[in-house]
C-alpha cells in the first residue's frame, strides 16, 4: 500500500521511495506530493489538518481510524490546543471542501465516540513503482460454498441457493472481512472440491460448507468452517428445527462465523444480522429462485414469474420488488421487449423497494439501473449507485453496472471504471460475468492486452454465456483483430439464438475490414425480422450505420430516442466505438444534440 502519511507521522520517507502518488475518489484527486486537493483539475482549498486527516483516513479506506489515532499524528503531544474541538472543526472544514454531510455522508462516516472512516470507492492509487494493491490473504477471508441439498425435491436446490446467499450478504458486509461474492462461489458448486484447493483458487483462510435436507416442514441444517491452509475444522453445528425458523438459523450460522473469526460486529449484538425482509416463506421461496434464475438470463417468463407471485404474495417484500425491477430492466436493455412495457415498471418497482427499505443495497442499484436507463436521469442513477455501494460494498453487480453503464458508457470514465471493474473481479474472481465486463470497459479504454485476456478468461469459466461470446467478439474488433473477431461472432450468433448485439458486433467487423455486402446482409437479416417481432431500433441503427445506409441509419435513430430505447445508452454512446459510424452523420449529431443526449 501506498504510504499517504505526513512526515510527522511514523519514519520518514527513504530517499528511493517513490515520492509521487496520486489518489482520485469520485470526482476528486488528491495530490500527496504537491499537498493539493484537486475536484475535476481545479485545485481545492485546504488547510492543513483537514488535509492531513483526508491523507491517514484515504490509507485506510473502508476501516476505522480512532479519534486517538488522528490526535497523535495531527496534533503532536507537546501542541496544546482543545483536540475536541480542532478535531470537529476539522472535520467539519474537510466535509465543506467535499461538499459531504455528516447526516449523509458519501465520503466521511462518523462513528460516535470512536473515530471516522472513509467510505467511499477509492478509484485509483498510482504510483512511479506502485498501484492498487490486490487483495491478500493477510485480511480475514471466507468463501461460503453452495449448501448441498440432500433432499428428495428438487425445488429445494433453490431454497438450498437461497440459504447460502442469505449467509453470503451479512458476512458481505462486515468491512473486517473479505467475503469471495455469490458468482464465484456457485461456480464450485457441485464439484467437490478440497477446501484447501478452493482457499488457493480463490485467496482465502477459510470456506464454510453446508448441506440442507427439508421434510415437509423440518429441516436439518448443517454447517463447517474449514481452514483453507490445512482444511482444519474450525467449527461445525448440526440444526434441527422447523421451517419457520429458517431465518433465525442463518443469522446463527452468519453469528457464529464471526464469532470464530473474532471479528468486531459493527451491529450490536443483540441485532439481527440476516434481516430477511419477509415472514411469508413462500414469497420467500418464489425469490430465492427468482435470484437463482436472473443471473442465468434464461427464459425471462421464469425468474419475472418468481418475482411477481413473491410480490404478490407479500406486497411490503423489498427484496422480492428490488429483484422484478432488475427483471424489467434487463429485459428492456436486452431488448427482448419493448420498452414502454418495461422500463416504467422497473422505475416503479424499484422506488417501491426504496421506499419499503431504504437500507437496502440492491433497492438502491435496482433504482440507479432504472432511473439511468429508463428515465435517462444520471444525476438519481449515480446517487443510487453511490448509494447502493455504501450500504455493500462487496454487491458485485452494482459495482460492475455502475463501471460499465454509469462511468463508461454515460460518463466515458474510462479510468475510473476500470479500477471499478476490477474491484468487482477482485471479489468475484471466478465470474465469467465479472471477466466479462472488465474485458468490455478495457477494451473500450484501449487497453487491448487486458481486454481480450479477460474476456477469453470469461469463456473459460463459462463456455456457453452468449455474453462471455459478445464481449470476446468486440474486443477483438476495437482491437483490430477483424477476422478472429468475425470468427468468434459466427460462434456468438448461433450460441445467443442470433440476439440482436450479436449481429450488430458482426457488422461493425465487416465494416471494418472492408466487408460492406456481408454487414448490409446482416442489416437485411435484422431487418426482416424487425417485421416479424420486436428489434430494439438503436442497434437496428448502428447495423444500418455499419452497411452504409444513412437514410435507415437516422429512421432508426429517431425511432430509438422517441421510444426512450435503454440500448441508446450504449449504442449511441459518445465514449464507445459502437456508435463511430452514426456521429460521422451531420444530422445524427444533429438529433442528439437537439435530444440533449448525454
Not at 505526513?6 to 475518489?25: D, K, M, T
Not at 449484538?269 to 443471473?295: D, I
Not at 442513477?381 to 460499465?404: I, K, S
Not at 444534440?593 to 448525454?598: L, S
Amino acid at each position: 500500500m501506498i504510504d499517504f502519511r505526513p512526515r510527522s507521522w511514523g519514519a520518514r520517507v527513504n530517499e528511493g521511495s517513490p515520492s509521487h502518488a496520486l489518489v482520485r475518489f469520485g470526482v476528486f484527486e488528491l495530490d500527496t506530493e504537491s499537498g493539493e486537493l484537486r475536484k475535476q483539475g481545479i485545485k481545492v482549498r485546504l488547510q492543513e489538518q483537514p488535509f492531513q486527516i483526508l491523507q491517514i483516513l484515504l490509507e485506510r479506506p473502508g476501516r476505522v481510524v480512532t479519534r486517538e489515532k488522528l490526535q497523535s499524528c495531527v496534533w503532536p503531544s507537546d501542541t496544546f490546543v482543545d483536540f475536541d474541538t480542532g478535531l470537529y472543526n476539522a472535520i467539519k472544514r474537510l466535509r465543506e471542501a467535499l461538499g459531504d454531510s455528516a447526516e449523509s455522508p458519501r465520503f466521511i462516516e462518523t462513528l460516535s465516540r470512536r473515530g471516522y472512516r472513509f467510505i467511499a470507492p477509492v478509484n485509483g492509487a498510482v504510483s512511479d513503482q506502485q498501484t492498487e494493491p490486490a487483495l491478500s490473504t493477510t485480511y480475514d477471508s471466507i468463501v461460503v460454498l453452495p449448501f448441498i441439498n440432500i433432499g428428495a425435491d428438487s425445488e429445494d436446490e433453490f431454497f438450498a441457493d437461497g440459504i447460502t446467499e442469505e449467509i453470503i450478504n451479512p458476512l458481505a458486509q462486515i468491512r473486517e472481512l473479505h467475503v469471495v461474492a455469490r458468482s464465484s462461489a456457485f461456480s464450485l458448486k457441485g464439484k467437490h472440491i478440497d477446501p484447501r484447493v478452493v482457499g488457493e483458487q480463490l485467496n482465502v483462510r477459510t470456506v464454510l460448507e453446508g448441506s440442507i435436507r427439508r421434510v415437509h416442514n423440518n429441516l436439518r441444517i448443517t454447517a463447517q468452517l474449514v481452514n483453507a491452509a490445512d482444511g482444519y475444522h474450525l467449527w461445525s453445528e448440526r440444526y434441527d428445527r422447523e421451517l419457520k425458523d429458517i431465518f433465525a438459523i442463518q443469522d446463527e450460522i452468519a453469528r457464529a462465523i464471526t464469532s470464530r473469526l473474532k471479528l468486531t460486529l459493527e451491529a450490536q449484538s443483540h441485532e439481527v444480522l440476516v434481516k430477511p425482509g419477509t415472514k411469508n416463506l413462500e414469497a420467500y421461496a418464489f425469490y430465492t429462485k427468482g435470484r437463482s434464475l436472473l443471473p442465468r438470463r434464461g427464459p425471462a417468463a421464469a425468474y419475472l414469474d418468481c418475482f411477481s407471485r413473491a410480490v404478490g404474495l407479500d406486497p411490503d417484500y423489498a427484496h422480492a420488488w428490488a429483484g422484478l425491477a432488475d427483471s424489467y430492466t434487463v429485459l428492456g436493455y436486452s431488448g427482448l421487449v419493448q420498452p414502454e412495457g418495461t422500463m416504467t415498471k422497473a422505475l416503479d418497482a424499484a422506488r417501491r423497494a426504496v421506499a419499503l427499505d431504504p437500507s437496502l443495497a440492491e433497492a438502491h442499484n435496482a433504482l440507479a439501473i432504472a432511473s439511468l436507463m429508463g428515465a435517462w436521469d444520471k444525476t438519481a442513477a449515480e446517487r443510487e449507485f453511490l448509494c447502493a455501494l455504501h450500504l455493500n460494498p462487496g454487491y458485485v453487480q452494482a459495482r460492475t453496472w455502475y463501471a460499465l453503464y454509469y462511468l463508461m458508457f454515460s460518463e466515458g470514465r474510462m479510468a475510473e471504471a476500470m479500477t471499478e471493474a476490477k474491484l468487482a473481479l477482485q471479489s468475484d474472481p471466478l465470474s465469467s460475468y465479472a471477466h466479462t465486463m472488465y474485458g468490455f470497459i478495457c477494451g473500450y479504454a484501449g487497453e487491448h492486452t487486458q481486454s481480450i485476456e479477460a474476456c477469453q478468461r470469461a469463456v473459460e469459466l463459462d463456455s456457453e454465456s452468449y455474453l462471455a461470446r459478445f464481449g470476446l467478439q468486440e474486443v477483438l474488433r476495437v482491437s483490430g483483430r477483424f477476422d478472429e473477431s468475425i470468427a468468434v461472432g459466427e460462434l456468438a450468433l448461433s450460441i445467443s439464438g442470433r440476439h440482436a448485439w450479436a449481429m450488430t458486433f458482426l457488422a461493425l467487423a465487416f465494416a471494418d475490414c472492408g466487408r460492406c455486402a456481408d454487414a448490409d446482409a446482416v442489416y437485411g437479416e435484422m431487418l426482416a425480422r424487425a417485421r416479424r417481432q420486436y428489434v430494439a431500433p438503436a442497434p437496428l441503427a448502428a447495423t444500418a450505420a455499419a452497411a452504409g445506409r444513412e437514410d435507415d441509419a437516422m429512421v432508426h435513430a429517431r425511432e430509438a430516442f422517441n421510444r426512450r430505447d435503454p440500448e441508446c445508452l450504449f449504442f449511441f454512446s459518445r465514449y464507445a466505438p459502437l456508435g463511430d459510424r452514426l456521429y460521422e452523420y451531420p444530422r445524427f449529431r444533429e438529433f442528439v444534440n437537439e435530444m440533449g443526449f448525454q
